[in-house]
């Protein structure tokens, strides 16, 4: 629990373990305007060299806690404007740590409806609950018969209600209760009947229990989806007796059992407390955690993928002919320039009966523009047209082009996105599928952020995760990808610019408009220029944008502008012009930072001066490989237990990798079968976008699976025996643990015997 006194500075300092006052002064650069990838890459003075992730997670929580600030005051002046508000309340709203519990605290004022515990206080019924809970004979309810009331049941019901809302509006109790639920209770399913056959692919859940604690986000979402398309019946059970649940309620309310007359009221209010209350408010909250729990996790892990095929290695700036694969409607093809400019089409139909009339004219084309690079997209027809492919490469004059088979997720929307049409409005929408899988090839970054992130293919239940979430998760990564590897200035489409730290939509359209105007931008002073690209968006942007060739060559590196009297300085020092600096490393490497440190300059900014002098503009994504395709091997059907095969990670989820072997179906590595040692996280094994090498150990044609092992001496004919702790399974039942028992023996007894626990 929080102390009154503390800031969001102090408490988010708390929980990234970092000085408070680095908090606070990476606060004020948020606010100020300054981005999560500048702060990160030139404030490292200020922050302590806090990472992307850890400013973006402070950000998310900074967020947070203002809006929780925010609704503390808003509750404070609500109850205090009903003159209900007393120092013990404001003591517990100050130091309340999240959203739910703040709204327990102010469930009891909250201005609502009017309710029958309302009805019957105003009818004079508060006073008999005190009489009853005092041990009072339920018979003194005939006392009470009136309008609205009109026997004795009315009356007692009525005085129900209000014991009731009272055990409902308990702060303390509620929070306790979810709590209880949540660390006890488990998710349970069942195949609803009739719905075995075409449920199948949900047929893991068809009989189904596992504990809320131990349930990860992939088979969260799977029951969700499966409940949604009527397939599963899922509940949400307590995971113990009613009987438990109302023991702790009678105990924290003081309605357990005292011996008298009024001990079956006392039971029916605790019963209709926990079946009416409290069970059902606990199984809807356990229900929207276990969603948010597996919201954040799908995020982390589309995140991760994402950014993995992001910064996949780039072919680079070679010609290309891209090739969109199709039966009937033919073979979509581009051919690029290594700029991406486009310098031909054409649609060819070699699986038509046209094959040696799309080879010549392929052939022609590749010639014609010394094409070095030929990208198949992996969708339909993918095994036919790369076979095709190898063919013009083989024809080729000179140099024979290098064939690859990428993912064309995500092409079919790129064109017909208005980006697309904004691009090439004159050009047919299936032929700007071929150009942007040639693009990606060259350059994965740069084409893919053209592309909405949710539809590059990389996440799993995408559709079923809380969309906002999801949007700003991944907007964050293409943030972070693009500003890692830098931008070249005067190459760069609208859509990366956009992604550049301090370009905003306007800003980037006008730097393009600019350089067509102008020609390409000759320095970064330049930059200024440009219409509303002023100091704050140039001190932002500056160092991510390149210049290459320009005449200072600090333009082309990550040397941000702000440090240039730094490197005239160790120019200076050393006696070298910047030119001859630039890359030398047998002068750099003699060069302590400490000697250049000052006020302005600390040494994290002059070691990444002196790293980036060293290596200018130096691209952090790996180098280009390809996975080589088994020949003959086109279907599910070409497969057999044993084969060891190359192939693309294509996926990275929780419970495993999924692997483009070359069968238009990816086949799964369990995280069982990835390692001879236990695998936490798939991530730290694959990544999206790697080759690797595996082992077929089954293959299920009917339901269109392939096992997969990275261990290739896994024995074929089934999945491989998991490692000990590496697989995950369902969990049987716990033994409940003795923290916050129910009441046992007598008093347990005593429940019973006066009507609680499990009888209708």
Request: glycine share 8%; hydrophobic share 40%.
């Amino acid at each position: 629990m929080w102390g009154m006194t503390d800031s969001i500075a102090s408490i988010i300092a708390r929980e990234l373990g970092v000085d408070t006052p680095r908090v606070q002064a990476t606060i004020d650069l948020l606010d100020d305007g300054a981005t999560v990838p500048f702060i990160a890459r030139y404030r490292k003075e200020i922050t302590g060299g806090m990472d992307d992730g850890q400013l973006r997670q402070l950000e998310q929580r900074l967020n947070y806690l203002r809006e929780l600030a925010a609704r503390k005051e808003a509750i404070l002046k609500s109850i205090d404007e009903q003159g209900k508000l007393t120092d013990e309340l404001r003591q517990k709203i100050m130091a309340v740590d999240t959203k739910a519990r703040l709204e327990d605290l102010y469930l009891p004022f909250k201005k609502s409806r009017r309710t029958k515990a309302a009805i019957a206080r105003e009818a004079g019924l508060g006073e008999l609950v005190d009489k009853l809970l005092a041990g009072g004979s339920p018979d003194v309810a005939e006392d009470y018969v009136q309008e609205g009331f009109v026997d004795a049941a009315a009356v007692m019901a009525g005085a129900r209600a209000i014991v009731v809302e009272d055990i409902s509006t308990d702060a303390d109790l509620v929070g306790e209760i979810r709590e209880e639920y949540f660390r006890r209770g488990r998710a349970e399913s069942a195949v609803i009947e009739g719905q075995e056959e075409q449920g199948q692919k949900y047929r893991d859940y068809f009989e189904f229990d596992e504990s809320f604690e131990d349930l990860p986000s992939h088979r969260i979402l799977a029951l969700l989806r499966g409940e949604n398309e009527g397939v599963l019946r899922v509940n949400f059970a307590p995971g113990e007796d009613d009987e438990f649940y109302q023991g702790i309620i009678a105990d924290r309310t003081g309605l357990q059992p005292q011996g008298d007359d009024a001990d079956r009221f006392r039971a029916e209010c605790v019963r209709f407390g926990w079946r009416t209350k409290l069970a059902v408010s606990s199984a809807v909250d356990v229900r929207m955690r276990l969603k948010e729990k597996a919201d954040e996790a799908a995020v982390s892990v589309f995140s991760k993928n994402l950014k993995d095929l992001l910064l996949a290695a780039p072919a680079g700036h070679r010609a290309t002919l891209g090739l969109d694969p199709g039966y009937r409607n033919g073979v979509k093809c581009a051919v690029v320039d290594g700029t991406g400019k486009v310098l031909d089409t054409v649609v060819v139909y070699p699986h038509s009966g046209q094959w040696d009339k799309a080879r010549a004219i392929l052939s022609a084309l590749v010639n014609k523009h010394g094409v070095e690079l030929l990208a198949v997209g992996n969708g339909t027809a993918s095994r036919e047209t790369e076979k095709l492919a190898k063919e013009i490469a083989g024809l080729a004059e000179g140099t024979k082009p290098q064939t690859v088979v990428i993912s064309e997720a995500g092409a079919s929307v790129y064109s017909a996105s208005e980006v697309a049409a904004q691009e090439f409005p004159d050009m047919d929408v299936s032929l700007r599928g071929a150009v942007s899988i040639a693009r990606r090839l060259q350059d994965p970054l740069a084409e893919l952020v053209k592309i909405d992130p949710k539809s590059i293919g990389v996440g799993q239940y995408q559709h079923d995760v809380n969309q906002t979430l999801l949007a700003a998760g991944l907007d964050s990564v293409v943030e972070d990808a693009v500003n890692s590897v830098g931008v070249d200035v005067n190459l760069a489409s609208a859509s990366l610019l956009n992604r550049v730290a301090g370009v905003t939509p306007t800003l980037a359209e006008n730097i393009v408009a600019y350089r067509d105007e102008n020609g390409a931008f000759k320095s970064r002073k330049e930059l200024l220029k440009v219409p509303r690209l002023g100091p704050k968006a140039f001190e932002q942007a500056a160092g991510f944008l390149r210049i290459n060739g320009a005449a200072d060559p600090l333009d082309g590196s990550a040397v941000h502008p702000e440090a240039y009297p730094l490197v005239r300085r160790i120019v200076e020092s050393t006696g070298v012009e910047v030119a001859q600096l630039v890359g030398n490393t047998a002068v750099l490497s003699k060069l302590r930072a400490g000697d250049f440190a000052d006020d302005t300059f600390g040494i994290p900014t002059v070691t990444d001066v002196l790293a980036e002098l060293d290596k200018p503009g130096r691209d952090p994504r790996p180098t280009f490989k390809t996975a080589t395709l088994a020949e003959g091997i086109e279907t599910i059907k070409d497969l057999t237990p044993g084969m060891v095969l190359e192939g693309t990670v294509t996926n990275v989820a929780a419970f495993g990798a999924f692997v483009d072997i070359g069968v238009h179906q990816d086949g799964l590595v369990h995280v069982s079968a990835m390692s001879n040692n236990f695998v936490k996280d798939p991530h730290d094994v694959v990544s999206s976008g790697e080759v690797v090498k595996v082992r077929v150990v089954d293959v299920d044609i009917p339901r269109n699976r392939i096992g997969l092992s990275l261990r290739l001496q896994d024995e074929p004919n089934g999945q491989p025996k998991p490692q000990k702790g590496a697989g995950q399974k369902r969990n049987p039942r716990k033994k409940p643990s003795s923290r916050n028992q129910a009441p046992q023996g007598s008093m347990a007894a005593a429940l019973k015997n006066a009507g609680f626990g499990n009888n209708r």
